[in-house]
């Protein structure tokens, strides 16, 4: 997948923890550590958008795009 999800490292630089974070988005810790470990298909932009709020950040600060190597060999 070309994009990736910083969330833990917007965590440790804001020094937020998993439960913490979690009570002030108000989502499940399991939803919440497929996020953080990057194993995500989709995420709501309000469920982004109460995150970025929580830990002051932008969208950009969390998600990142990076090109898959086979994109780039088949064109």
Known sequence: MGIIINLDVVMAQ????LTEL???VDIT???LSIL???KAK???LTTLSAICKA????PGDIL???????ET???
Do not use: H, M
Request: with cysteine; aromatic share 4%.
């Open 64 to 70: 990142q795009y990076v090109e898959d190597k086979e």
């Open 14 to 17: 804001r020094k937020k923890g």
């Open 29 to 31: 810790l399991a939803n």
């Open 42 to 44: 989709a995420i709501r």
């Open 22 to 24: 979690a009570g002030e």
């Open 55 to 58: 830990l002051n950040c932008q």
């Open 36 to 38: 953080k470990n990057n």
């Open 73 to 75: 060999e088949t064109n």
